[in-house]
Nanobody, 115 residues
Framework: QVQVVESGGGLVQPGGSLRLSCAAS????????MGWYRQIPGNQRELVAT???????NYTESVKGRFTISRDNAKKMVYLQMNNLKPEDTAVYYC?????????WGQGTQVTVSS
């Protein structure tokens, strides 16, 4: 029973772009804030971007102006458009509610930014 599935990661060069997708089979999806988190081995997961049920967004300072979070409530999808990627963005990216629900952590999708 997979409830959250992230996809769209890959290997890109610095300055490149990726679009991550999150399919969230969550009951009453539309009423929850959702977020993208990222983690590198040995580090805590970092909240990168959030989007409220009505569409209000927020971003951590390091990605402002480069990343855009969006959602499609009808499809229960969350997206993260990542532009001008930097090596520091390399991480496994996860999608979850904000605040998180532990059992909704998926496998994540790997983003590697390297030349």
């Amino acid at each position: 029973q997979v409830q959250v599935v992230e996809s769209g990661g890959g290997l890109v060069q610095p300055g490149g772009s990726l679009r991550l997708s999150c399919a969230a089979s969550i009951s009453f999806f539309r009423i929850y804030s959702m977020g993208w988190y990222r983690q590198i081995p040995g580090n805590q997961r970092e909240l990168v971007a959030t989007i409220a049920s009505e569409g209000t967004t927020n971003y951590t300072e390091s990605v402002k102006g480069r990343f855009t979070i969006s959602r499609d409530n009808a499809k229960k999808m969350v997206y993260l458009q990542m532009n001008n990627l930097k090596p520091e963005d390399t991480a496994v990216y996860y999608c979850n509610r904000v605040p998180v629900r532990l059992r909704y952590w998926g496998q994540g999708t790997q983003v590697t930014v390297s030349s």
